[in-house]
């Protein structure tokens, strides 16, 4: 069983929730993680860069002199790559860089990222903030109350706007509904801090 602290609004710690670790799939699988995480950055390459070769520059095709007899470096037409202006020798070409994985093995890499995370006493819960309107400072003295100073990311159950609205301007924090979450993005933050309703989720009581 692994211990989950649960701190309240203000980040005193009030109890301790027990994790069966095989709810997150009892092991880490540390090549899933890896061919995930390979996955998702390959997938933010765009892949949209391109060069002119000799064939798109424009100019004629028509050699520039005679081969022999002109007392000149032999050379072919103006579009060479050899010449200033001419088309670039192997250039680049637009590429799709995207990878795929089936949807079970992104899911149970999710679960590996955060049974990682759980294992290193890197995740915490916290209840209901009440937030009636953005607060940004709230959020700030939370994190620092429960030493949470390094990359957070914020699970909710659902989207919340007025949390959201708080920690936009927080470099290091980024929230989402735990339903996205994913391997790549459990595994860039350093602590993960999920509200009470949205860890349920994650266990699949709700």
């Not at 072919?76 to 799709?96: H, L, Y």
């Not at 819960?125 to 957070?152: H, Q, R, W, Y």
Request: with cysteine.
């Amino acid at each position: 069983m692994i211990e989950v602290p649960v701190y309240n609004a203000k980040g005193e710690r009030i109890e301790t929730l027990q994790v069966d670790e095989s709810s997150f799939g009892t092991v880490v699988r540390r090549k899933l993680l890896k061919q995930a995480v390979v996955m998702y950055e390959a997938n933010k390459r765009q892949g949209t860069v391109q060069t002119k070769d000799r064939g798109m520059v424009a100019g004629s095709t028509r050699k520039l002199f005679a081969q022999k007899h002109t007392g000149n470096a032999r050379m072919g037409n103006i579009r060479t790559v050899v010449r200033r202006g001419g088309g670039v020798a192997f250039g680049k070409v637009p590429k799709d860089w995207s990878l795929r994985m089936p949807s079970k093995a992104k899911h149970q890499a999710r679960n590996s990222a955060l049974l990682s995370k759980l294992k290193d006493g890197a995740v915490a819960v916290v209840e209901p903030m009440g937030l009636g309107e953005p607060k940004t400072k709230v959020i700030s003295n939370l994190l620092k109350a429960i030493k949470f100073t390094d990359t957070c990311l914020f699970g909710t159950k659902e989207y919340d706007k007025t949390l959201w609205l708080s920690v936009r301007n927080m470099v290091d924090v980024a929230v989402m509904p735990v339903g996205e979450f994913n391997a790549y993005d459990v595994l860039k933050h350093r602590k993960i801090l999920v509200t009470r309703d949205g860890f349920d989720r994650l266990l699949g009581k709700n």
